[in-house]
């Protein structure tokens, strides 16, 4: 059973940047596609991108691409999630979450999640 930490979440003003990891623990990450998925007060969970586990290629919404990266460190067996130019509307819960489907924005297809992050954008 694979068991994912979320951590860096924090305060930042508008147009700054935050790192985002996702360390997971009880597997490896090497045979998953990782997504990170964001849920607001009162809105639903929504999806923020997805890295493959073969050659890193990654997807993101138009919401996010431009300022947003995912990155994998396999080794660490650990997940990242670069923001810049963070706008309020970025405010949210953050998580990581693993599935075997490519690609997918579905969170039904993520079969491990993590607890989250809270990232909060305000000046």
């Known amino acids: 059973q694979v068991q994912l930490v979320e951590s860096g979440g924090g305060w930042v003003q508008p147009g700054g940047s935050l790192r985002l990891s996702c360390a997971a623990s009880?597997?490896?990450?090497?045979?998953?596609?990782m997504g990170w998925f964001r849920q607001a007060p009162g809105k639903e969970r929504s999806f923020v991108g997805i890295?493959?586990?073969?050659?890193?290629?990654?997807i993101y919404p138009n919401s996010v691409a431009g300022r947003f990266t995912i990155s994998r460190d396999n080794d660490k067996d650990t997940v990242y999630l670069q923001m810049h130019s963070l706008k309020a509307e970025d405010t949210a819960r953050y998580y990581c979450?693993?599935?075997?489907?490519?690609?997918?924005?579905?969170?039904?297809?993520?079969?491990?999640w993590g607890q989250g992050t809270q990232v909060t954008v305000s000046s």
């Open positions: 979450a693993a599935a075997t489907t490519w690609p997918t924005s579905r969170p039904d297809d993520y079969h491990y």
């Open positions: 009880g597997g490896t990450l090497g045979s998953y596609a």
């Open positions: 890295i493959n586990w073969l050659n890193d290629a990654t």
